[in-house]
């Protein structure tokens, strides 16, 4: 061995004891050392110097890193829509890492590319898109403005040479509570945010198809083309589900693109039976998305967008621009060429974790866990009801849970503080959201590890920290 494998073997070494470390970390101490950003700086002195190609300078800077980081595979961490990532996604990153290609050519990533192109039958599959094409995207915003885009430029035959010049103006439709990558979409897309129309939604957190039949009336007498409508499956907030089989319906009159955003909630797909419950008509939508990097557990990013029933589309709405530098279409053909379909021309390896995380725990064990999450978020309902200081904001829809403490006076100061305690005690990291004005506390159960244990644990934190915080602990 020369001394420059001699130097990285070592670096290697390194890393995977760190990295070992970083992964045992006890589940008892806490998730996160909340800091300003002055102190953390001071702390991690990041001006300090090493030796050139030091493998010294390597090792420090990983142990500052992880020392500081956020444990997001700590069972305190309630705050995102995942918590730590499948063991098999991040063997799969490093292999990708380690072998540092570009999933957009066939050429220098044949493997990565069938494993790629496999994986999205396997959806397919599952989405019911029996006749349908996919691709695997930088997360469900931007899986939703390539439907979006899709949609846009099926209006007319012209629209991708013309883009929106001479045409009337077109309209697209979400629930309000929709996420605001859609309002990013519009912006990006040229359609503008006047034209992005948010309907009200139900009780339940749902788009009201009344209001939305309104409001295209409304905009096709005024001149306008509805073109467009996102199903929100799963709302980032209280994780409801637009109804979609009359969408279904209704878009037979309105003729717009029926898109599914199921970023969050799309992970009922795994299971029979919640895919009844939650994903009814999808089969029939136009497009759909989902994170495997959020319920599933796949590490940072991995998405899957479905395109139903029009093959071809993708090279129709996306393959733009003479890649014959990088292509070699004569030999292998575009349609494994997957840059071709991409926002970007480089593409990181992100099939390869897909890949492995599919093979480790198949498609049983996405199920057996994504039905766990939907057990543990009930029982979490169940809970709540049963203790006095607690309350639901709103009844839980799905996998979400939007509670708050009971305090007198004003609630969402109180619940604001009481987040921000329970992270400076380092218990949990919650998130929280707006219903109403109102302030939630919203607790998304997304840690594989997670039994009925660790969350009567979490509950028993936030109140004894809420009677702390209202003074009762002493009585
Ligand atoms: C319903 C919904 N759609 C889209 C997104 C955006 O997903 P990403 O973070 O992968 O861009 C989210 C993220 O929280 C979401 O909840």
């Given at each position: 061995?020369?001394d420059?494998?001699?130097?990285d073997?070592e670096?290697l070494k390194?890393?995977f ?11 008892e ?9 002055e102190?953390l ?10 030796g ?5 300078t ?15 595979h ?10 730590g ?15 540092q290609?570009?999933a957009g050519?066939y ?7 069938l ?11 599952l989405?019911g898109?029996?006749?349908?094409e996919?691709?695997m ?11 979006m ?11 991708k ?7 009337g103006?077109?309209?697209?439709f ?20 006047d ?15 009344a209001a939305?039949q ?8 005024g ?11 799963g ?6 589900y ?15 693109w029926?898109h ?5 909630g ?9 895919k ?5 008509g ?13 319920m ?7 998405n899957?967008?479905?395109?139903n ?8 709405v ?10 070699r279409?004569e ?6 060429n ?13 099939s390869?974790?897909?890949f492995l ?23 979490g ?9 607690l309350?639901?904001v709103?009844?839980?829809?799905s ?7 009971k305090?007198d006076?004003?609630?969402n ?6 987040r921000k ?14 219903i109403?004005g ?8 997304t ?6 244990e ?17 003074g009762?602990?002493?009585?």
């Open positions: 061995m020369n420059q494998s001699d130097r073997g670096i390194n890393l004891s760190e990295v070992e470390a970083f992964l045992s970390t006890d589940r101490s806490s998730c996160a050392d909340p800091m300003d950003p102190r700086s001071k702390l991690l002195h990041l001006d300090r110097e090493g050139i190609e030091d493998p010294e390597l090792k420090h800077w990983v142990a500052q890193y992880f020392r500081y980081a956020v444990k997001t700590h069972f305190g961490f309630n705050n995102r829509m995942w918590a990532a499948n063991i098999s996604s991040i063997v799969g990153e490093i292999a990708a890492a380690v072998s290609t570009d050519s050429e220098a990533a044949p493997v990565s590319v494993m790629e192109k496999y994986m999205i039958r396997q959806m397919l599959d989405a898109f029996s006749s349908g996919g691709q995207t930088t997360g469900s915003s931007n899986a939703n403005m390539i439907a885009m899709s949609a846009r430029n099926l209006v007319s035959e012209h629209m040479s013309t883009g929106l010049f001479g045409h103006k077109l309209y697209a979400v629930s309000s509570d929709a996420h605001y990558s859609l309002d990013k979409a519009v912006n990006i897309l040229g359609i503008g945010l034209q992005l129309v948010k309907i009200p939604v139900d009780d339940h957190g749902r788009m009201e198809l939305l309104r409001e295209m009336d409304r905009v096709i007498a001149g306008g083309k509805p073109f467009f409508v996102a199903a929100t499956m709302t980032t907030v209280r994780g409801a637009d109804p979609l089989p009359e969408l279904v319906r209704l878009r037979e009159k309105y003729k717009f029926l599914a955003d199921g970023a969050w799309g992970a009922a797909i795994f299971s029979d039976s919640l009844s419950k939650y994903l009814r999808l089969d029939e939508a136009d497009s759909f998305t989902m994170d495997f990097h959020k599933p557990g796949t590490s940072l990013i991995c899957v967008l479905l395109f029933k029009r093959p071809g589309i993708m090279d129709f996306c393959n733009v621009g003479d890649k014959s530098y990088l292509h279409k030999r292998e053909g575009e349609e494994y997957l840059g071709a379909y991409s926002l970007q021309c480089g593409r990181r390896v992100d390869l974790k897909w995380d599919w093979k480790f725990y198949k498609k049983e064990g996405f199920a057996a866990r994504i039905e766990k999450y939907h057990r543990l978020a009930e029982l309902e169940r809970i709540v009801g049963e203790t006095d200081e309350e639901m709103v009844p839980r829809e996998f979400n849970l939007c509670f708050r403490y305090a006076g004003d609630k100061r109180f619940n604001e503080l009481l305690e329970l992270h400076r005690r380092g218990l949990t990291l919650v998130a929280q959201a707006y109403r109102e302030v939630s506390l919203r607790l998304l159960l840690h594989k590890d997670m039994e009925e660790q969350l009567r644990d979490f509950f028993g934190n936030v109140v004894l920290t809420g009677r702390d915080l209202s009762l602990s002493q009585l």
